[in-house]
């Protein structure tokens, strides 16, 4: 019985001794301890795009002791149906739905006082929800930009016949098109010799191919092709060479690849659009940080957009290394 008595009192003291180091590791890192859960709501296409805004988002939640989770934001999932009743501390949402059932979901998250933030397109109503991204009539400023420097005669004074291609691999461009249009006609001025024809791919990758092959053949009058995602960009540049178009239409692209930037360097592309999604994705989670801990953030963040063209690629790479 004593043996059993020393062993018990063993047992008992070491039991308490780690509860009390287990305390102590507690009190000692409190930040290894995910102070807030955080979700992002997307759409079912995660492209090159929406894989930089979940990089940086998963970036700002690791520097604020967030756990993040990713989300549909697709209606047939029910997945920002059901947010409002999963304990979240805040979303963050593209809210890429039709207008009316965009504002019920996100009216039911604000009633149950879940912080949210808009990311990359913004939802056209009265209620000041936080917006990160870009301005797409700036964006169509600087798309109008590279067409006039690049179209006609090369003096800048030829009439420009356009066709701008939307696509629903970035449904946030095309859900604002009529921005987008304002700010290349504001570019392009009295330049622009006909209403702008506006065009939409699918997420076929080949959509764009097929789609510049039948426009070019039925409206041999457009002398300037406007895209609005990456992937199109790189298949019109390939038609192009294919019809032996290289010169006489010309491409507005969009994105970074480095295939693209390939194309401007040869004079096939004008210039491309370019954004930062790895920025709106980290500025979405700093701002539910802020309306977490202050209670208030910034109404709207613009991240920017920028061009791309030969002369700043040259600037990069004054040795016209290949890239």
């Known amino acids: 019985m004593i043996s059993f008595g020393l062993l018990a009192a063993a047992a008992f003291s070491l039991s308490l001794f780690q509860v009390r180091q287990l305390l102590i590791q507690g009190n000692a890192d409190p930040a290894g301890v995910p102070q807030y859960h955080f979700s992002l709501y997307l759409p079912e296409n995660r492209d090159a795009f929406f894989s930089e805004v979940i990089q940086g988002a998963e970036r700002a939640a690791a520097e604020s002791s967030a756990v993040l989770s990713i989300h549909s934001i697709e209606p047939f999932h029910n997945e920002l149906e059901m947010a409002s009743y999963a304990g979240m501390d805040g979303v963050v949402v593209c809210p890429y739905l039709e207008d009316q059932e965009a504002r019920r979901l996100l009216d039911r998250l604000t009633a149950r006082r879940i912080p949210v933030v808009l990311i990359n397109h913004n939802s056209p109503n009265g209620q000041p929800w936080p917006f990160i991204g870009t301005n797409n009539f700036d964006v169509g400023r600087k798309m109008g930009t590279i067409a006039g420097r690049s179209s006609g005669d090369g003096q800048g004074k030829a009439p420009v016949r356009l066709a701008v291609v939307y696509s629903d691999k970035s449904p946030g461009i095309f859900a604002e098109r009529e921005l987008v249009e304002m700010g290349i006609t504001v570019a392009l001025g ?126 990069d790479n004054p040795d016209g290394d290949s890239l």
């Not at 709106?280 to 953030?297: E, P, R």
Request: charged share 20%.
């Open 190 to 315: 009295e330049r622009l010799s006909a209403p702008i024809l506006g065009l939409k791919t699918g997420q076929n990758p080949l959509g764009a191919e097929e789609m510049l092959f039948r426009l070019l053949r039925t409206n041999p009058q457009i002398n300037t092709i406007i895209f609005s995602d990456a992937n199109d960009t790189k298949a019109a540049a390939q038609v192009l060479i294919d019809m032996n178009l290289v010169g006489r239409v010309q491409l507005v692209g969009f994105g970074n690849d480095p295939l693209i930037q390939g194309f401007i360097r040869k004079g096939i592309i004008a210039g491309s659009i370019t954004v930062d999604p790895d920025r709106i994705g980290y500025s979405a989670i700093k701002a539910l940080v802020d309306l977490k801990t202050g209670g208030y953030t910034s109404t709207s963040v613009d991240t920017g957009a920028a061009i791309l063209d030969k002369d700043n690629l040259d600037e």
